[in-house]
């Protein structure tokens, strides 16, 4: 599989000032990660540990109080490569729509509440096509059909959807331009797990059709554990662990990975699932050395004191803990 994005020492701050005092908090910590062409990468890990502001940086979509400080992204389409950091705004909302898809967090609101569906479509397609309002309008049809949509759902404004029907709505949108690369942030929170479960299918499905690369941002590893090939872990801002989601599923490395796996409820197995001791830290002041040392169960001294790098651990596994270390 080609390497579509390739970034490389990621920093991205959150810089405030409030009475005069500077707050820096440091949301992506150093991260470097390769996203592959067609597959689907995974981003999880506990509220605030960075997710949603790393898939933000790798779109290149920051804004203030959020800025990048350092690191590289280098885009690898085969219609186009180019390093974000050197593309203008202009070509980057340009390259954003046509090869590039972004469902953010909490875009169950993305919808015009105050318009129908197929006016939605129509605002969305024809701002990057040339195309009338009939035309618009048979696209989005026929592109919600072959998602097993009915096409009865044009007709009516968002809040008499389901939230569900709304969330499928919100992604046969931001895919029925066929962009080559989906960032998704949260898609499926806020639904009941029956109705998340016919999003994930979708989601799976598109990708499957399309060929396109999904890159899935959740807090919840179950859908990480139906939906991902390979699976990025990020606790307080660093990646601890990043592998094929197969791997890291049967043989977590980092124990905060073991932890997050651990507390997944499993089919018929009625006893209590544990739980992670403590909360992630604040990422103004983040731990020294190891992020996770104050809620390791393994933790020795140079965890507190060092910053454990991520290393390969042969199967194209990589981890960020001292403990791995010894088992190379
Ligand atoms: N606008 C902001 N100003 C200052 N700090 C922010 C801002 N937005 C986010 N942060 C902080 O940055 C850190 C990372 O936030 P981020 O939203 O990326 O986490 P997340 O993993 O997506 O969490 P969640 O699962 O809750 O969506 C958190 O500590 C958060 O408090
Ligand atoms: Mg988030």
């Given at each position: 599989m080609s390497v579509l994005i390739e970034a490389s020492d990621l920093q991205a701050h959150y810089i405030t000032q409030s009475y005069g005092v500077q707050r820096t908090v440091k949301a992506v910590d150093g991260i470097s990660l390769q996203i592959k062409e067609g597959e689907i990468l995974s981003?999880?890990?506990?509220?605030?540990?960075?997710?949603?502001?790393?898939?933000?940086?790798?779109?290149?979509?920051?804004?203030?109080?959020?800025?990048?400080?350092?690191?590289?992204?280098?885009y690898n389409f085969s219609q186009q490569k180019f390093d974000l950091s050197s593309t203008s705004a202009d070509n980057l909302r340009e390259i954003r729509w046509s090869l590039i898809s972004y469902i953010p967090q909490g875009s169950m609101q993305v919808l015009n509440p105050v318009r129908k569906i197929v006016d939605t479509f129509h605002d969305f397609i024809s701002t990057?096509?040339?195309?009338?309002?009939?035309?618009?309008?048979?696209?989005?049809?026929?592109?919600?059909?072959?998602?097993?949509?009915?096409?009865?759902?044009?007709?009516?404004?968002?809040?008499?959807?389901?939230?569900?029907?709304?969330?499928?709505?919100?992604?046969?949108?931001?895919?029925?331009?066929?962009?080559?690369?989906?960032?998704?942030?949260?898609?499926?929170?806020?639904?009941?797990?029956?109705?998340?479960?016919?999003?994930?299918?979708?989601?799976?499905?598109?990708?499957?059709?399309?060929?396109?690369?999904?890159?899935?941002?959740?807090?919840?590893?179950?859908?990480?554990?139906?939906?991902?090939?390979?699976?990025?872990?990020?606790?307080?801002?660093?990646?601890?662990?990043?592998?094929?989601?197969?791997?890291?599923?049967?043989?977590?490395?980092?124990?905060?990975?073991?932890?997050l796996i651990e507390?997944?409820?499993?089919?018929?197995?009625?006893?209590?699932?544990?739980?992670?001791?403590?909360?992630?830290?604040?990422?103004?002041?983040?731990?020294?050395?190891?992020?996770?040392?104050p809620r390791c169960p393994h933790v020795q001294d140079k965890c507190k004191e060092e910053v454990p790098p991520l290393i390969a651990m042969g199967n194209g596994q990589k981890v960020a803990c001292f403990l791995a270390e010894d088992q190379i």
């Open positions: 981003i999880a890990g506990e509220s605030g540990c960075g997710k949603s502001t790393l898939l933000k940086t790798l779109l290149g979509s920051v804004e203030p109080p959020l800025r990048i400080i350092a690191g590289n992204i280098q990057h096509k040339k195309i009338n309002k009939n035309a618009t309008k048979k696209l989005a049809q026929d592109y919600l059909n072959q998602l097993g949509l009915s096409s009865d759902i044009m007709n009516v404004y968002p809040h008499q959807l389901s939230g569900g029907m709304r969330q499928r709505v919100t992604i046969a949108l931001a895919t029925v331009l066929s962009p080559k690369l989906v960032f998704a942030d949260e898609p499926t929170t806020a639904l009941d797990v029956l109705v998340q479960r016919g999003v994930v299918q979708l989601l799976k499905e598109i990708q499957q059709r399309e060929g396109n690369t999904l890159v899935l941002v959740s807090h919840d590893m179950g859908v990480h554990a139906n939906l991902a090939d390979r699976i990025a872990i990020l606790y307080a801002g660093k990646l601890v662990e990043i592998g094929d989601a197969k791997s890291v599923f049967k043989k977590p490395k980092h124990p905060y990975t073991q932890y507390s997944l409820p499993r089919l018929g197995d009625r006893s209590e699932r544990i739980s992670i001791p403590g909360r992630p830290p604040a990422l103004d002041q983040p731990p020294t050395g190891c992020r996770f040392h």
